[in-house]
C-alpha cells in the first residue's frame, strides 16, 4: 500500500493568519490533535499542534524560569517560549518544521518518518500543494486489513474504486464523512470514523455499495449520537 490509499483527503487546515481560538476550537470540533498551516497558494507552511498548545498564559502553563536560568538561556528561545504561550495567530505558534511525503511514498517510508521525526502525522504533498494526510491510526487501520500482497491490476482496482467512493462522498450534502477515512481490500470497502445518526450510516453503507467494483462493505464507523 501507498500514502495514496490510506491517506484522509478532505483535510482541514488554517492559514498563518487564522487567530489561535479559531484553530483550538476545529481540532476539538474534528477530533485531531494537529492541523497543518497553508498559505494561499495551498503550500504547507508549518504545523500547529496540541505540543503548541500547551504552554499558553490563559491557563497558567506558560513556562517560568529562575531569574538567573533565564539570563543563561539563548534569547532566541525565550523568544520562541513568549510567542507559543502569548501568541494570538497560528503564525505566531506553529511549527514551521514540516516533514512531509509525496502521495507514492510506500507506508514503510511514512512508518519511517513518523518514527524518526517522533511526529504522530504526516502530511502528503502533490505537484507543492497538500493532497490528504496520513496518521498513524490511519496506518494501523491498514494493518488491521493487511493480506498477503495481490497482484498489482488488484491494487489498482481497489485504488480506484476507493477514489470514486470518495468523490461520491464529496458531493453529499448530508455528510461530511470524506473527512474520516476509506480503505478498500479485495473490493471490499472498510468504513472508518465517526457518524453523526443511523439514517446516515445506512446511507453511507448504501452509498458504498453503489460504487462498481464493490463486492463488500465493512462499516467500522462509531456513532457520535445517543
Not at 473527512?179 to 445506512?202: A, D, F, K, M, Q
Amino acid at each position: 500500500m501507498k500514502a495514496m490509499d490510506v491517506m484522509v483527503r478532505d483535510v482541514v487546515t488554517v492559514k498563518p493568519e487564522t487567530d489561535v481560538a479559531t484553530a483550538i476550537k476545529l481540532l476539538v470540533e474534528n477530533d485531531i490533535s494537529a492541523l497543518p498551516v497553508v498559505d494561499q497558494t495551498g503550500t504547507v507552511v508549518g504545523v500547529i499542534s496540541e505540543a503548541d498548545l500547551v504552554r499558553r498564559t490563559e491557563i497558567g502553563t506558560d513556562k517560568q524560569r529562575p531569574w538567573w536560568l533565564a539570563a543563561l538561556t539563548p534569547g532566541s528561545l525565550l523568544a520562541e517560549e513568549f510567542s507559543k504561550s502569548h501568541g494570538w495567530t497560528v503564525g505566531e505558534i506553529m511549527s514551521p518544521h514540516v516533514v512531509s511525503a509525496p502521495e507514492d511514498a510506500s507506508l514503510g517510508e511514512i512508518a519511517a518518518l513518523l518514527e524518526r521525526h517522533r511526529i504522530k502525522r504526516v502530511p502528503i504533498i502533490k505537484d507543492g500543494k497538500l493532497v490528504g494526510i496520513v496518521s498513524r491510526s490511519n496506518l494501523i487501520q491498514a494493518l488491521a486489513l493487511a493480506s498477503p500482497p495481490r497482484p498489482d491490476p488488484a491494487a489498482q482496482q481497489d485504488r480506484n474504486i476507493r477514489l470514486e467512493l470518495l468523490s461520491r462522498l464529496s458531493d453529499q450534502k448530508w455528510t461530511d464523512f470524506g473527512s474520516r477515512n476509506v480503505i478498500v481490500t479485495g473490493g471490499v470497502v472498510h468504513l472508518w470514523g465517526l457518524v453523526g445518526s443511523p439514517e446516515e450510516r445506512t446511507a453511507l453503507v448504501a452509498l458504498a455499495e453503489g460504487v462498481r467494483g464493490v463486492v463488500g462493505v465493512s462499516d467500522e464507523m462509531i456513532p457520535s449520537y445517543a
